[in-house]
């Protein structure tokens, strides 16, 4: 397992506005060509019995799976916190840490990724309201499992879930 960097990043062109999804949300400010890294995560890693205690406590917590009892907890106050879930993500993943764009991405699009892609948390449970036409309506942390899903980010799955898959 690769250690994350201490800090995210994130690609310069990138505004934090309102977002039609939730909130706010990441945005291009400028077009972004396919192949593009725009977001890397960073901070500190946990196990699943810390994050369940995080995630029962007061403060918010960002956080992907990135292997059975593994957790990267995001590095607090980064910009990276504010990218929205949607069913047809223009992001994907390139590595354990690294957000590509899936697709061009013009100017002023809201910078998204699939959730799913993220956990392997049975409890993880979202609501969606991400407006496409392949909208599931629940998030699962189970949506791994999802053939389509899985033909659809073949080959951008983070390491531990294309393990699983592969497992399948």
């Known amino acids: 397992m690769t250690e994350p960097a201490p800090q995210c990043w994130l690609l310069d062109d990138?505004?934090?506005e309102q977002s039609p999804v939730?909130?706010?949300?990441?945005f291009a400010a400028a077009p972004i060509p396919q192949g593009t890294a725009v977001s890397r995560l960073g901070g500190r890693l946990c196990s699943t019995a810390e994050l369940h205690t995080?995630?029962?406590?007061?403060?918010?917590?960002?956080?992907?799976?990135?292997?059975?009892?593994?957790?990267?907890?995001?590095?607090?106050?980064?910009?990276?916190?504010y990218g929205n879930h949607s069913c047809e993500p223009n992001l994907w993943w390139t590595d354990a840490?690294?957000?590509?764009?899936?697709?061009?991405?013009?100017?002023?699009?809201e910078l998204t990724n699939d959730y799913s892609t993220s956990t392997a948390?049975?409890?993880?449970?979202?609501?969606?309201?991400c407006e496409s036409y392949r909208c599931r309506q629940m998030v699962t942390g189970d949506d791994w499992r999802i053939p389509q899903l899985q033909r659809a980010y073949a080959g951008?799955?983070?390491?531990?879930?294309?393990?699983l898959i592969d497992a399948l």
């Open 14 to 16: 990138v505004t934090v």
């Open 22 to 26: 939730a909130g706010r949300g990441l």
């Open 54 to 81: 995080l995630l029962d406590g007061p403060d918010y917590v960002d956080s992907i799976t990135v292997d059975d009892d593994s957790h990267l907890l995001l590095a607090p106050g980064n910009r990276n916190r």
């Open 97 to 109: 840490y690294t957000l590509s764009a899936r697709r061009d991405i013009a100017a002023g699009e």
């Open 121 to 129: 948390d049975p409890q993880f449970l979202l609501r969606c309201h």
């Open 156 to 163: 951008h799955w983070p390491p531990y879930l294309q393990r």
